[in-house]
């Protein structure tokens, strides 16, 4: 009698009993569960991407769904909102140019951003944003609200106040942006800069303790304007640069605006300070009139003029980007030393 498939099918389960055991060991247990860790797809708690959204509440208290890493971003506010794009590491789709071109101090800034960013115009040119297909757009206060509702239909919009001072401002970018850390790092590098201007002007006896100062805008059409806030306002208001008198500290806009429109004949009873900071505008219009300004009585007889206190600053310098305002702050040891800084 022929045993051979007798002892084939003996063998064969032998084999088998052996590869099932096997299987079950602590070993192969352990095998199985480092291939498939804790919080894996099979126990139903798989860890989750994160969110492509994130929600913000702009200053008029309207909110919205942003993404919390756009690329493509468009700029429809004025030059700060532009430069705080760029500073924290982003390269805008498009921007409304004429806050830029003119401007020999952002010059070169502007002509490698609008490389690859074209003009929007203010008010938006709608039909053109669109066809870049931004994924966020952030907007400043000189939008019309009607604009901000078309702007919406076009994608996601984070809208912004404007009239903040730039600490304020790039505060406020670097949370849209997720860019938190880098925009308290920029501020702390430029406080920190400009404590320093401070500190080496009052050791070399530029300024005296307690000394006031005034600034005031002069514009082509002849009208002047007192500063109370904003761009060189800022930086000569410094706490430790110069105080307010208490009559320009009185004084006040009857509208948002950091310009409180004075005349030629109130000038005695409103430029009371130490100092006066008269920034000019450029074009031959604006030119002709400062020269009229400057020989008439009323204002060679202003105290700041009479004692030799007074700087003339080209306009281009009052603005709160941060590229002028690092410039303002260089050059400004140099404006305390003449009359005319140019």
């Known amino acids: 009698?022929?045993?051979?498939?007798?002892?084939?099918?003996?063998?064969?389960?032998?084999?088998?009993?052996?590869?099932?055991?096997?299987?079950?060991?602590?070993?192969?247990?352990?095998?199985?569960?480092?291939?498939?860790?804790?919080?894996?797809?099979?126990?139903?708690?798989?860890?989750?991407?994160?969110?492509?959204?994130?929600?913000y509440k702009d200053f008029q208290d309207k909110t919205t769904e942003i993404p919390v890493h756009p690329q493509r971003i468009a700029v429809i506010a004025g030059s700060g909102a532009i430069i705080d794009v760029k500073e924290l590491g982003f390269q805008p789709i498009a921007y409304p140019h004429r806050y830029m071109s003119n401007s020999n101090i952002l010059k070169s800034t502007h002509e490698s951003l609008s490389v690859a960013a074209p003009d929007i115009g203010?008010?938006?040119?709608?039909?053109?944003?669109?066809?870049?297909?931004?994924?966020?757009?952030?907007?400043?206060?000189?939008?019309?609200?009607?604009?901000?509702?078309?702007?919406?239909?076009?994608?996601?919009?984070?809208?912004?106040?404007e009239s903040v001072p730039l600490q304020q401002r790039i505060t406020v970018i670097g949370e849209i942006l997720g860019k938190q850390t880098e925009s308290e790092a920029i501020l702390s590098d430029l406080e920190q800069k400009t404590r320093s201007?401070?500190?080496?002007?009052?050791?070399?006896?530029?300024?005296?303790?307690?000394?006031?100062?005034?600034?005031?805008?002069?514009?082509?059409?002849?009208?002047?304007?007192?500063?109370?806030?904003?761009?060189?306002?800022?930086?000569?208001?410094?706490?430790?640069?110069?105080?307010?008198?208490?009559?320009?500290?009185?004084?006040?806009?009857?509208?948002?605006?950091?310009?409180?429109?004075?005349?030629?004949?109130?000038?005695?009873?409103?430029?009371?300070?130490?100092?006066?900071?008269?920034?000019?505008?450029?074009?031959?219009?604006?030119?002709?009139g400062f020269k009229q300004l400057k020989q008439s009585k009323v204002f060679q007889s202003l105290p700041p003029v009479k004692n030799g206190k007074i700087h003339y600053i080209p306009l281009e310098y009052n603005d709160n980007d941060l590229i002028t305002t690092r410039k303002l702050v260089d050059v400004f040891p140099q404006i305390l030393d003449s009359e005319m800084f140019e």
């Open 1 to 55: 009698m022929n045993r051979l498939p007798s002892f084939v099918s003996t063998t064969a389960l032998f084999f088998a009993l052996i590869i099932l055991l096997a299987a079950c060991s602590p070993s192969a247990t352990q095998s199985r569960s480092e291939a498939q860790p804790e919080g894996s797809a099979n126990n139903g708690t798989a860890s989750e991407a994160p969110p492509a959204f994130k929600t």
């Open 197 to 288: 201007m401070w500190q080496q002007v009052r050791e070399q006896g530029k300024i005296a303790e307690g000394e006031t100062a005034a600034v005031v805008v002069y514009y082509w059409n002849k009208k002047m304007y007192l500063m109370k806030n904003f761009g060189v306002f800022d930086l000569i208001n410094h706490p430790m640069g110069f105080k307010m008198s208490d009559k320009v500290a009185s004084l006040s806009s009857s509208s948002p605006s950091p310009y409180i429109e004075i005349t030629e004949e109130a000038l005695h009873d409103v430029l009371i300070a130490d100092r006066l900071f008269l920034l000019y505008d450029s074009n031959a219009d604006a030119k002709e």
């Open 122 to 161: 203010m008010p938006t040119n709608l039909e053109q944003l669109a066809a870049l297909e931004p994924d966020l757009m952030i907007m400043g206060y000189e939008t019309q609200d009607n604009e901000y509702n078309m702007l919406q239909k076009i994608g996601p919009v984070a809208a912004f106040d």
